[in-house]
């Protein structure tokens, strides 16, 4: 069935270092693949999005790398800071539907000072 | 206007009573949608509403829970009968059809707690 997984479910890396949190998905039709960060007692946030016709795409200290062929995302965060401690969900768009997101189980990234 | 808001933030409830959450989207988003959160997991998709239209539900969205948005603003999410295992987080999130379309703003949620 549809599913998105991590491969980690826990990093640690020290601050000012780069983290890389990996991403599986397995639905091949998805348009859309989202990363989210959740801080404790919030909501998920959005971070960066990445169409499928695209395989990489930057923001400000994150950039996003989409693996089609291997059904790869991975999300890199360059100079990891404190408050980028958090849960990190990548999610995609469901086949059945344009409108709603996937979340897959979320990777906690914990920024040593 | 500062963001989505969930109210209660936190729910005691005792099995086979009744609870209704509340949610209000920021103002000019047209899409409003409900998640549930369980401890370590991702979210998982209920519901959601374009404007007052509820146009899709998932199967987790039982007999016992109904979502309403009657005016296409706010919306309520209303758990019948709650079960132990209905206990999670519920998290609304609202956003635009233009514009990044899975840029949703997600709501702190609504903690329940079913004792």
């Known amino acids: 069935g549809e599913s998105v997984g991590l491969h980690l479910p826990t990093l640690s890396v020290q601050e000012g270092d780069n983290s890389i949190i990996n991403c599986a998905y397995s639905?091949?039709?998805?348009?859309?693949f989202i990363w989210y960060k959740q801080e404790s007692g919030k909501g998920p946030q959005f971070i960066i999005d990445i169409r499928s016709n695209m395989d990489k795409r930057q923001g400000q200290r994150v950039t996003v790398l989409l693996n089609k062929t291997v059904k790869h995302l991975s999300l890199q965060i360059a100079a990891t800071q404190p408050g980028d401690s958090a849960v990190y969900f990548c999610?995609?768009?469901?086949?059945?539907?344009?409108?709603?997101?996937?979340f897959g189980p979320g990777t906690s990234l914990s920024v040593i000072p | 206007d500062t963001g989505v808001s969930q109210n209660p933030r936190h729910k005691i409830t005792k099995r086979g009573q009744n609870v209704t959450f509340r949610c209000d989207p920021i103002?000019?988003?047209?899409?409003l949608y409900w998640y549930r959160q369980t401890l370590g997991q991702g979210p998982e998709f209920l519901t959601y509403?374009?404007?007052?239209?509820?146009?899709?539900k998932s199967r987790l969205l039982s007999d016992r829970f109904s979502a309403e948005r009657p005016k296409g603003s706010f919306s309520t999410l209303e758990i019948q009968r709650t079960e132990q295992g209905d206990s999670a987080m519920y998290l609304c999130?609202?956003?635009?059809?233009?514009?990044?379309?899975?840029?949703?703003?997600f709501g702190s949620g609504t903690r329940l707690t079913v004792v």
């Open positions: 103002s000019e988003h047209n899409r």
């Open positions: 509403f374009q404007n007052e239209a509820q146009l899709e």
């Open positions: 999130a609202s956003s635009l059809i233009l514009g990044r379309p899975y840029g949703y703003t």
């Open positions: 639905n091949s039709a998805s348009d859309y």
């Open positions: 999610a995609e768009n469901g086949k059945t539907s344009y409108d709603k997101v996937i």
